[in-house]
């Protein structure tokens, strides 16, 4: 995916938490400054403590796309 796909679709999944009120503090502030990988990394936090609100493909996919090393979300 183009990094604009990337972005609209990290946008998709703020969206989405904000939407289901299971956003954390902070996150839309760091996507509106574009620090992406901050704003992913709570999107990825959001996704674990919230199973079924948003796709676990979408997830993987930004996940992926951004190079991003979750093994301390994970544990």
Not at 28 to 48: C, I, M, N, S, T
Request: aromatic letters at 8%; zero cysteines; hydrophobic letters at 45%.
């Amino acid at each position: 995916m183009n990094d604009k796909e990337a972005i609209d679709l990290l946008e998709k999944q703020l969206d989405a938490l904000e939407k289901a009120e299971k956003i954390i503090l902070g996150d839309r502030e760091f996507f509106d400054v574009g620090e992406y990988d901050l704003a992913l990394e709570g999107v990825y936090v959001a996704h674990k403590r919230h199973p079924g609100v948003l796709d676990d493909a979408e997830v993987r996919a930004l996940v992926d796309d951004f190079g991003m090393d979750t093994a301390e979300f994970d544990r």
